[in-house]
C-alpha cells in the first residue's frame, strides 16, 4: 500500500481530493514503475485538483503533472531498478495517474535519465514550470537574442521565477513584470535588474507600436499584456509564449510583425520528443544557477494540495512548490 492524492467525483459531479492508501493494483498500465521521491504544484495541477477539472478524463484521478524518482521495475530496456528518472509533460496527471503519489506507473518513452548535476529534489525545484522555461529560452537563442533587456511577464511566478534564474545565468539583462511588488528583493536576487509594475503593461494603448525596449520576452501571461509587449519588441526580437495566467484572448494587431519583424513563438512542453527533453534537462543542468532554487522552493507534503490548487489558479504562489510525497 502506498499514499496518493485521489481526487474523486460524485453523483452530483462534485469533486473532493484526499489522500489515501492505495494498493499496487490500482495503478494503470505502463512499463516502468517508479518509486516517486518529489512532484510540484503547476497551473494545470491546480485545474485537475479543484472542481472545474476540464483536463482530467477519468475518475478517481491521481494529479500531479511531473515527478522525479527512482525506478522500481522496469520492463523497458532502457531503465533499470534503481535508476533516477524525471517525467514531465505527456498528459500525465490529466488523462493519466501522475506524480501525487509514492509510486507512479508510466510508459517509458514518457520519461527521462536524470542528468549529471541534478538530484530529484533540484529535478522538481524545476518541474515542469522550469523545464518549459527552458524550452523558451532555447526557442529565444534559436532565434537570436538581441542585445538588451529581456523581459519576463508574471516573473513572480514558477515559469517567471526559473525563467529569470537562467537568462541572468546566461549574462543577459533581465526585466521582470510582477503585479506583487513585494516581491522585488526576490525577483533581483533571482538576477533581475529592472522590475516592471503589472499595471504599467495592462494599461492598453491605442498605438500598435512603442519605443523598441526588449531583446527577448519569456511571456508567462498571455492576453492583453502580450498584446502590449509585442508593440515594445526591439526590430526582428523574439517572444517565446508560454502560458495564459493573465487570459487566453490576445487583443493584437499585425504590425509589429509587418514593421518590426517580431517573432512569436509558441511553447508547448507536453508532447516534446525525448531528444529535445533531454537537452532541455542537460542544458538545465548546465545553465541553471542551482543557488538559486533554494529561494524559488516552497516545501509541501500531499496534504497540503488541496489548499496549493487553489492558490496557484489565484496567482498567489511564489517560485515553485516542491512536493515531498514520502513526508
Ligand atoms: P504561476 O501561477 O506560478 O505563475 C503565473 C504568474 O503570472 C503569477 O505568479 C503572476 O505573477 C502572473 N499573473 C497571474 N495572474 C495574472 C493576471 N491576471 N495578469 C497578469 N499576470 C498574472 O504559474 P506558472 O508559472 O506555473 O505557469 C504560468 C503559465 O504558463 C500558466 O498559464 C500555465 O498554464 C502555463 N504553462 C504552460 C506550459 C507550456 O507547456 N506551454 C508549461 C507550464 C506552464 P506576478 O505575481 O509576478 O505578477
Request: hydrophobic share 45%.
Given at each position: 500500500?502506498?499514499?496518493?492524492?485521489?481526487?474523486?467525483?460524485?453523483?452530483?459531479?462534485?469533486?473532493?481530493a484526499?489522500?489515501?492508501?492505495?494498493?499496487?493494483?490500482?495503478?494503470?498500465?505502463?512499463?516502468?514503475?517508479?518509486?516517486?521521491?518529489?512532484?510540484?504544484?503547476?497551473?494545470?495541477?491546480?485545474?485537475?485538483?479543484?472542481?472545474?477539472?476540464?483536463?482530467?478524463?477519468?475518475?478517481?484521478?491521481?494529479?500531479?503533472?511531473?515527478?522525479?524518482?527512482?525506478?522500481?521495475?522496469?520492463?523497458?530496456?532502457r531503465?533499470?531498478?534503481?535508476?533516477?528518472?524525471?517525467?514531465?509533460?505527456?498528459?500525465?496527471?490529466?488523462?493519466?495517474?501522475?506524480?501525487?503519489?509514492?509510486?507512479?506507473?508510466?510508459?517509458?518513452?514518457?520519461?527521462?535519465?536524470?542528468?549529471?548535476g541534478?538530484?530529484?529534489?533540484?529535478?522538481?525545484?524545476?518541474?515542469?514550470?522550469?523545464?518549459?522555461?527552458?524550452?523558451?529560452?532555447?526557442?529565444?537563442?534559436?532565434?537570436?537574442?538581441?542585445?538588451?533587456?529581456?523581459?519576463?511577464?508574471?516573473?513572480?511566478?514558477?515559469?517567471?521565477?526559473?525563467?529569470?534564474?537562467?537568462?541572468?545565468?546566461?549574462?543577459?539583462?533581465?526585466?521582470?513584470?510582477?503585479?506583487?511588488?513585494?516581491?522585488?528583493?526576490?525577483?533581483?536576487?533571482?538576477?533581475?535588474?529592472?522590475?516592471?509594475?503589472r499595471?504599467?503593461?495592462?494599461?492598453?494603448?491605442?498605438?500598435?507600436?512603442?519605443?523598441?525596449?526588449?531583446?527577448?520576452?519569456?511571456?508567462?501571461?498571455?492576453?492583453?499584456?502580450?498584446?502590449?509587449?509585442?508593440?515594445?519588441?526591439?526590430?526582428?526580437?523574439?517572444?517565446?509564449?508560454?502560458?495564459?495566467?493573465?487570459?487566453?484572448?490576445?487583443?493584437?494587431?499585425?504590425?509589429?510583425?509587418?514593421?518590426?519583424?517580431?517573432?512569436?513563438?509558441?511553447?508547448?512542453?507536453v508532447?516534446?520528443?525525448?531528444?529535445?527533453?533531454?537537452?532541455?534537462?542537460?542544458?538545465?543542468?548546465?545553465?541553471?544557477?542551482?543557488?538559486?532554487?533554494?529561494?524559488m522552493?516552497?516545501?509541501?507534503?500531499?496534504?497540503?494540495?488541496?489548499?496549493?490548487?487553489?492558490?496557484?489558479?489565484?496567482?498567489?504562489?511564489?517560485?515553485?512548490?516542491?512536493?515531498?510525497?514520502?513526508?
Amino acid at each position: 500500500m502506498f499514499n496518493a492524492l485521489v481526487v474523486e467525483k460524485d453523483d452530483d459531479g462534485k469533486t473532493s481530493a484526499s489522500v489515501q492508501q492505495i494498493g499496487e493494483d490500482r495503478l494503470p498500465e505502463g512499463d516502468v514503475t517508479v518509486a516517486v521521491e518529489y512532484s510540484t504544484v503547476n497551473y494545470k495541477d491546480g485545474l485537475c485538483i479543484g472542481p472545474g477539472g476540464g483536463l482530467v478524463r477519468n475518475y478517481p484521478h491521481v494529479p500531479g503533472i511531473d515527478f522525479a524518482g527512482t525506478v522500481e521495475a522496469s520492463d523497458d530496456p532502457r531503465y533499470k531498478a534503481g535508476d533516477k528518472v524525471v517525467l514531465t509533460g505527456w498528459r500525465v496527471g490529466e488523462a493519466y495517474w501522475g506524480g501525487y503519489s509514492q509510486k507512479a506507473r508510466v510508459k517509458a518513452d514518457w520519461l527521462v535519465p536524470l542528468p549529471n548535476g541534478l538530484d530529484t529534489k533540484q529535478a522538481m525545484a524545476v518541474g515542469t514550470a522550469g523545464f518549459t522555461a527552458m524550452l523558451a529560452v532555447m526557442a529565444l537563442e534559436d532565434h537570436g537574442i538581441k542585445d538588451g533587456p529581456v523581459l519576463v511577464t508574471g516573473a513572480a511566478g514558477g515559469v517567471g521565477s526559473v525563467a529569470t534564474a537562467i537568462l541572468a545565468g546566461l549574462g543577459h539583462e533581465v526585466a521582470g513584470v510582477t503585479g506583487r511588488p513585494e516581491t522585488a528583493d526576490y525577483l533581483k536576487s533571482l538576477g533581475a535588474t529592472q522590475i516592471v509594475a503589472r499595471e504599467e503593461l495592462n494599461e492598453t494603448t491605442k498605438r500598435p507600436l512603442e519605443a523598441e525596449t526588449w531583446a527577448g520576452c519569456v511571456d508567462a501571461v498571455g492576453g492583453e499584456m502580450l498584446a502590449r509587449v509585442l508593440g515594445q519588441m526591439k526590430y526582428g526580437a523574439s517572444v517565446a509564449a508560454v502560458g495564459l495566467a493573465g487570459g487566453a484572448g490576445l487583443p493584437a494587431t499585425v504590425i509589429p510583425f509587418l514593421l518590426r519583424g517580431v517573432n512569436l513563438l509558441g511553447i508547448d512542453s507536453v508532447m516534446q520528443p525525448y531528444d529535445n527533453r533531454l537537452r532541455a534537462w542537460e542544458r538545465i543542468a548546465e545553465d541553471l544557477p542551482m543557488d538559486k532554487l533554494d529561494a524559488m522552493v516552497q516545501p509541501a507534503v500531499l496534504s497540503d494540495l488541496p489548499a496549493l490548487g487553489r492558490d496557484i489558479l489565484k496567482g498567489q504562489v511564489r517560485g515553485r512548490v516542491v512536493v515531498d510525497v514520502n513526508a
